[in-house]
């Protein structure tokens, strides 16, 4: 298995390009299953994650196309037509890589009438389970069973719109009942959605593909359902979390970066969190530029939430950032249970962590030194390399290919700025 190593210590000086976001690139893809014209997307970044995403829609019927884009982003154009659905399973060995691929069963039952998909795997933080999805499918009238570790979802004469009020907020199960409510029979209305930054991307595909959607970045969504949908273009937003992440990593290792194409306003909690803790963050024109002098950064407590709030996917960078703060730091975590699992690891490289239920309080120290330390999964892995270029001395990380998912060419773009990073091909 491949490991990164990072030779902490050097400061970071010139501009990271953001690419295009995983968690909206994700839905968009699975959007393609609802009609049988084709679905344009750009500035797709290339991860493990979409391919394994790809992969499922194909063996649906699928025909996917992947064209590397020019420029410094370096994103791919994804052209997608599911003429015909050739197939309504999807195999466990297909989900269980990954969680975003159970978002197929709400398409597949609104355009097929019925659909069989395995329970989902993704990264171990938590239970996660699907319960609101399959909530929300029943109240548009579609039968639910689950057996043998399948879910299959029965609507032989098609969804109905209905109401769905959601007990709290899902990312998944907001994507997967606004794309199965496009294609039912009259308006659902759907309450208490997540109205994060990719929601609102998909939602604003889905209207160019000519479904009728009200209430765009607002916690109710109302849909009126249309009998078919058309192809579309779509550019894909930049990633926010990749842009929290390097802002984390510069506040980390100090320096001067621009992180190209980075928008505040996707990332207005955290630049208010990093501004408290002494990094000074500006908007440019192309841009969002990072500025860290040589000082010890604050400790600054964060409580994760739904957007607009502080995001859980920036929690372990985060806590990597606060390993060295001065002072103390209480971090909470709000969405998801056992998500601290990057805490043992950063101890190993001297970081003062104590956990106490959902909150992990955070004592600064002056400096962490390199180890070995092990991935987790996709966030955490990444906490770890933000910890390795501030520390003083050699850190490897093993099991990178949680990087992997969700980090595109992460060595490239981080030794371009300046850090002393490389791959270790197993
Ligand atoms: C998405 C993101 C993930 C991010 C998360 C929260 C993608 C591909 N993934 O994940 O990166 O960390 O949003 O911002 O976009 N829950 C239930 N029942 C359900 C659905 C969810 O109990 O049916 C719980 C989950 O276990 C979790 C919480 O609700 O505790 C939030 O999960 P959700 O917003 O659905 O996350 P994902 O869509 O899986």
């Known amino acids: 298995m491949d490991c990164i190593e990072i030779e902490g210590g050097m400061p970071l000086h010139g501009e990271i390009p953001i690419s295009g976001a995983k968690n909206a690139a994700l839905p968009l893809m699975v959007a393609s299953l609802l009609t049988d014209e084709a679905l344009h997307l750009s500035n797709v970044p290339h991860l493990a994650d979409i391919t394994s995403l790809a992969n499922i829609l194909a063996q649906h019927g699928v025909e996917i196309d992947v064209q590397r884009e020019g420029g410094d982003i370096g994103g791919d154009v994804v052209v997608m037509r599911a003429a015909e659905i050739t197939s309504t399973t999807a195999p466990y060995d297909l989900v269980r890589k990954m969680r975003a691929s159970f978002w197929v069963i709400g398409p597949l039952v609104a355009r097929c009438g019925h659909a069989i998909v395995s329970l989902p795997g993704g990264c171990a933080i938590g239970t996660r389970p699907v319960d609101l999805h399959l909530m929300g499918l029943e109240r548009l009238g579609a039968e639910i069973e689950l057996a043998e570790g399948y879910v299959t979802a029965r609507a032989p004469k098609g969804l109905v719109g209905n109401e769905v009020e959601f007990p709290f907020v899902s990312v998944g199960a907001t994507v997967n009942l606004m794309l199965a409510a496009s294609l039912a029979k009259g308006e659902t209305v759907l309450r208490n959605v997540a109205c994060e930054p990719e929601v609102t991307d998909l939602a604003t595909c889905l209207i160019a593909m000519g479904a009728k959607i ?128 990057h805490v043992p690891e950063l101890a190993r490289m001297g970081a003062q962590i104590s956990v106490d239920g959902d909150c992990a309080t955070v004592t600064g120290i002056e400096r962490l030194k390199g180890a070995p330390v092990m991935a987790t999964d996709l966030r955490a892995s990444v906490s770890l390399v933000i910890a390795a270029l501030g520390a003083e001395g050699l850190t490897s990380v093993n099991r990178v290919y949680h990087l992997d998912r969700g980090f595109e060419r992460l060595e490239e773009k981080l030794s371009a700025v300046g850090a002393t990073i490389r791959r270790v091909r197993a």
């Open 214 to 341: 009200e209430g765009l970045g607002t916690r109710k969504l109302r849909i009126q359902g249309v009998e078919r949908l058309s192809g579309a273009r779509h550019r894909v937003l930049p990633d926010r979390i990749e842009t929290g992440t390097y802002a984390m990593a510069v506040a980390a290792a100090g320096g001067e970066v621009v992180l190209k194409n980075g928008v505040g306003r996707l990332n207005s909690a955290v630049i208010r969190v990093l501004k408290q803790a002494g990094v000074e963050v500006t908007e440019v024109a192309n841009g969002l530029q990072l500025i860290k002098n040589g000082a010890r950064h604050k400790g600054v407590d964060i409580e994760t939430e739904a957007f607009p709030g502080f995001p859980t996917d920036l929690q372990a960078q985060f806590m990597a950032l606060m390993a060295t703060c001065e002072g103390t730091s209480k971090i909470r975590e709000t969405i998801f249970e056992n998500r601290f699992m």
